[in-house]
């Protein structure tokens, strides 16, 4: 069964551009969640999805959003970046069931110029 | 507010010794905890889970402790092998909000000596 893919992997982007990620999670999943690594500061939750709907939100401004396909496959996009969007992004798909782990892709390392 | 914390961020420890990795939260709520394991350039991957109606949870050489009542929980990896360095987060999420929501603490690396 194939893992939570995520595209790319790597993104090197300009300040003030906007760039688009993409997560297929695990068939079967229909929970979606996108996160942010940065160094010292762990995994900060950005979004879920659940269905084609934004189910919870972290706190990060309005740059940064969201969307889920019919299919689960999830974007992520950030407008306007800044040198502080620099971060690994992951995302995560889980079963919907409660008390079930979520499971990660390797991330998109975005570095911000 | 930082309601996962992971005071130590880093540990090093012998191989063939225990390590115990620690993590506090704040928020009663919680009745969900995770540990994930990272490697560098890989995303997490689970570890091992405990519910809050257990105070302890086993699988192979990992351990998970629950303290309720400190709000406190706690990995045992015994004995530990060089190909357990990496970084450890814990993660809570509470279940009964209907959502799937993990507050991640800011990791501990651990450092397994040869």
């Known amino acids: 069964k194939a893992g939570v893919t995520q595209t790319p992997r790597y993104l090197i982007k300009t300040r003030g551009q906007q760039v688009t990620l993409s997560c297929s999670p695990i068939s079967g999943h229909r929970s979606v969640s996108w996160y942010q690594q940065t160094p010292g500061q762990g995994l900060q939750f950005l979004f879920e999805y659940f269905s084609e709907t934004q189910r919870n939100k972290g706190n990060f401004p309005g740059r940064f959003s969201g969307r889920q396909f019919s299919n689960s496959r999830s974007e992520m996009n950030v407008s306007t970046l800044e040198l502080g969007d620099s971060a690994l992004y992951l995302c995560a798909s889980s079963l919907d069931n409660p008390g079930t782990e979520a499971f990660f892709g390797q991330g998109t390392r975005l570095t911000v110029v | 507010d930082q309601q996962v914390k992971q005071n130590s961020p880093s540990l090093s420890v012998q191989e063939g010794r225990i390590s115990i990795l620690n993590c506090d939260y704040t928020n009663s709520m919680f009745d969900y905890f995770l540990w994930y394991k990272k490697y560098p350039a890989e995303g997490p991957t689970f570890l091992i889970s405990?519910?809050?109606?257990?105070d302890k949870n086993e699988d192979g050489r990992f351990t998970v402790f629950l303290n309720k009542s400190a709000k406190h929980l706690s990995l045992h990896i015994v004995p530990s092998q060089p190909g357990d360095s990496a970084v450890y987060f814990c993660?809570?999420?509470?279940?009964?909000?209907?959502?799937?929501?993990?507050?991640f603490g800011t990791g501990t690396r651990l450092k397994v000596l040869a």
């Open positions: 405990i519910s809050s109606i257990k």
């Open positions: 993660a809570a999420s509470t279940t009964t909000s209907g959502t799937y929501k993990y507050i």
